[in-house]
């Protein structure tokens, strides 16, 4: 049973800083993709920063040059470093695991954590 589990969300005024963490267990594959989405209160969920095991990172245009994905390949662990937040960011922000076995692609979810930007 494949399980991810974020931690580093809450609350931040404008301008400040998070780091969010996602830990993967139990595959015995490597995760091909992995990365983070965001979904505020009436909006659909959203494409934050994705990062393949080759280290090929993706962002939304609007976090790009504030926020830094990375991964630890070793540890099946997914990092996103978020600076210069904005009230709009307030969100809970997912993250993302996806495998393709035998060509047939297989996604995981965790259970969000809330990241609060407000003055």
């Known amino acids: 049973q494949v399980q991810l589990v974020e931690s580093g969300g809450g609350s931040v005024q404008p301008g400040g800083s998070l780091r969010l963490s996602c830990a993967a267990s139990?595959?015995?594959?490597?995760?091909?993709?992995m990365g983070w989405y965001r979904q505020a209160p009436g909006e659909q969920r959203e494409l934050v920063a994705t990062?393949?095991?080759?280290?090929?990172?993706n962002y939304a245009d609007s976090v790009k040059g504030r926020f830094t994905i990375s991964r630890d390949n070793a540890q099946n662990t997914v990092y996103l470093q978020m600076n210069s937040l904005k009230p709009e960011e307030t969100a809970v922000y997912y993250c993302?695991?996806?495998?393709?076995?035998?060509?047939?692609?297989?996604?995981?979810w965790g259970q969000g954590t809330q990241v609060t930007v407000s003055s």
């Open positions: 139990g595959s015995i594959f490597s995760f091909n993709t």
């Open positions: 990062i393949t095991s080759g280290g090929n990172t």
């Open positions: 993302y695991a996806g495998l393709v076995i035998r060509g047939i692609g297989v996604d995981y």
